[in-house]
C-alpha cells in the first residue's frame, strides 16, 4: 500500500512551521513522516527546522538527483530529499512543506498529493512577516503580492480551490484551532481514498 504525500503550502509568514511543530506529534502517532527541506538560507534562520546549504551546495545536491522535488521562490532554492520516496513506498504519509508556485510539478511526480492551502488574513500576514526580520520591507511586499497573485484578493476562489482539488486552511485565528482543522482534513482524505 502506498502512502499519500500531503503538500503544505501558502505564503511565507502563513504559520505553517507554526503548524508543522504542533501537530507533529498527533501527525507522528498516525504514522505520519515529516520531511526536512532543504534550502540555500542560513541554517541561522529563525523558523523552519531546515538544512541551510549554499547555492553551490544544492546545486550539486540537485545534480545528483538528491531531491525528489525542488523549485526555486523568492530568491532561494529548495529541496524535499529523496528518502520521502523510502517512506511512501512503504505506505506511509509523508507531510511536506511544498510551494504553490511548484504544485502542478509535484501533482505530476504524485498524482495522489493532497494539496492543502494554509491561508491566513493579510493583515495578520503582514505582522507576522514584519515580526520575522527576516526581510526589508519591500521584500515583504513582494511576498504579499505574491501571495494575491495566487489567490486573489481575499484568498482563493471556490471554483479555483475545486477545479485544482485544494483544501484550505485558514490560520487567521488561534493555532490550536488550525491543528484541529488540519487533523480533520486529513481524516475525512483518508475516508475518501
Request: with cysteine.
Amino acid at each position: 500500500m502506498q502512502g499519500r504525500l500531503i503538500y503544505l503550502m501558502g505564503p511565507s509568514g502563513s504559520g505553517k512551521d507554526s503548524l508543522l511543530q504542533a501537530a507533529r506529534a498527533p501527525l507522528e502517532a498516525h504514522g505520519c513522516r515529516f520531511a526536512r527541506r532543504v534550502i540555500t538560507r542560513s541554517a541561522e534562520s529563525v523558523g523552519e527546522d531546515a538544512l541551510g546549504v549554499t547555492p553551490a551546495e544544492f546545486e550539486r545536491l540537485e545534480g545528483e538527483c538528491a531531491f525528489a522535488l525542488s523549485w526555486r521562490a523568492n530568491g532561494l532554492a529548495y529541496g524535499i530529499p529523496r528518502e520521502i520516496d523510502d517512506w511512501l513506498s512503504t505506505g506511509q504519509d509523508v507531510l511536506i512543506n511544498g510551494s504553490r508556485g511548484h504544485l502542478e510539478a509535484a501533482r505530476q511526480r504524485y498524482p495522489d498529493l493532497l494539496a492543502i492551502l494554509l491561508q491566513v488574513d493579510e493583515a495578520v500576514l503582514r505582522q507576522r512577516l514584519l515580526a520575522r526580520r527576516r526581510e526589508t520591507p519591500e521584500q515583504i511586499e513582494q511576498r504579499l503580492a505574491r501571495s494575491r497573485s495566487f489567490t486573489g484578493v481575499g484568498g482563493a476562489s471556490a471554483a479555483t480551490v475545486a477545479q485544482e482539488h485544494i483544501c484550505v486552511l485558514d490560520n487567521s485565528g488561534p493555532l490550536p484551532h488550525t491543528v484541529k482543522r488540519l487533523l480533520q482534513l486529513l481524516d475525512e482524505a483518508r475516508q475518501c481514498a
